[in-house]
Structures are given as structure tokens and as C-alpha cells.
């Protein structure tokens, strides 16, 4: 188990919750994913600024899915959207969704949903 920073997450990791970002929460407790936890990291998809949005962002992550979780059901889909544009120079795709898999029925996942 592990504090990080949620814009620093990469694909494979698994969160013991999702952060509240709309209220400022900055940092994620990283856990192993053997253990229950409520998100787990399967894509990382790099956008431009003025793309980073809902809609980008859900066709983003979706079109990731099949490929970690191979056809798995019963879990749903939500991402965090972390925007650079404060804290680079001038990059082609500033902003990267971050997109997390979680339990479609609001339980605890238990295991990697990796396939």
C-alpha cells in the first residue's frame, strides 16, 4: 500500500477509492490488487487540451476496455482527466484521461480484471 499523487497512476494499479477530485483531492492510495479495491487503472490516453472532454474522454476509455479486460461483464467504466497545460511547455497532447474499470455493481473488486 502506497500514497500517491492520482495524476502519477499507470496502467495496471489498482486504488483502494477514486479520488474526489472535484473537491481537490490530490493523492491516491495505491494497493495490491489481490486485495479488494474500488478502481484499477487499465488505460492511459493522451489527448489535446480542447479534447479533453466527456465525450473524448468516454470514446477514449471505451475503445480500451476489450483489450485489458478481454469481455468481462458487470463492470463499469470512469476515468480522471489530468490537464498539463499548467505544469509543461508547449506539447502536442497535454492532457491524459486516466481510465479506471470498476465494479459495475459498486462492490469492492476483488482480483486484477486484467485478462
Not at 29 to 37: A, G, I, K, L, R
Not at 60 to 78: H, K, P, W
Amino acid at each position: 500500500m502506497a500514497t500517491k499523487q492520482w495524476v502519477d497512476l499507470t496502467e495496471g494499479e489498482c486504488i483502494a477509492d477514486v479520488p474526489a477530485v472535484d473537491v481537490g483531492e490530490a493523492t491516491v492510495t495505491v494497493v495490491d490488487c489481490s486485495t479488494p479495491h474500488r478502481a484499477e487503472v487499465y488505460l492511459l490516453a493522451p489527448v489535446a487540451v480542447d479534447a479533453a472532454i466527456t465525450g473524448v474522454a468516454d470514446a477514449a476509455c471505451a475503445a480500451g476496455v476489450a483489450d485489458y479486460a478481454g469481455t468481462r461483464a458487470g463492470l463499469s467504466v470512469t476515468y480522471l482527466i489530468d490537464s498539463k497545460q499548467d505544469r509543461t511547455g508547449a506539447i502536442p497532447l497535454p492532457s491524459t484521461v486516466i481510465c479506471l474499470l470498476q465494479s459495475g455493481g459498486g462492490e469492492p473488486l476483488a482480483g486484477s480484471v486484467r485478462r
